[in-house]
């Protein structure tokens, strides 16, 4: 069973940096890819950036492409999202999800961390 839990968000000025942390308590992680995205007010969920199995593979949106990283440790069944240059538009409740191989959709979610950019 995958139970993820975030933490490290925070309240932040812009152009400041945050690291973000999501941990898995199973004993499956590196099994799962594993994707950051959030949820501003009166938004819709969006895409962040995933990274593949064995962390070899990453992909970001074109919104944060360049600010933001993503990575994975599997002896720690644990990926981050390292978040620099951060702008009040990145505010959100960010989620971190797992998808199994041969799964299209990610079916397992973390309760969520604030993010906060004040301008």
């Known amino acids: 069973q995958v139970q993820l839990v975030e933490s490290g968000g925070g309240l932040v000025q812009a152009g400041g940096s945050l690291r973000l942390s999501c941990a898995d308590s199973?004993?499956?992680?590196?099994?799962?890819?594993m994707g950051w995205f959030r949820q501003a007010p009166g938004k819709e969920r969006e895409f962040v950036a995933s990274i593949s199995r064995g962390g070899d593979e990453t992909s970001y949106a074109d919104s944060v492409k360049g600010r933001f990283t993503i990575s994975r440790d599997n002896a720690k069944n644990t990926v981050y999202l390292k978040m620099n240059g951060l702008k009040p538009e990145d505010t959100a409740v960010y989620y971190c999800?797992?998808?199994?191989?041969?799964?299209?959709?990610?079916?397992?979610w973390g309760q969520g961390t604030q993010v906060t950019v004040s301008s």
């Open positions: 199973g004993r499956t992680f590196s099994s799962y890819r």
């Open positions: 999800a797992a998808r199994q191989r041969f799964v299209s959709k990610y079916n397992y």
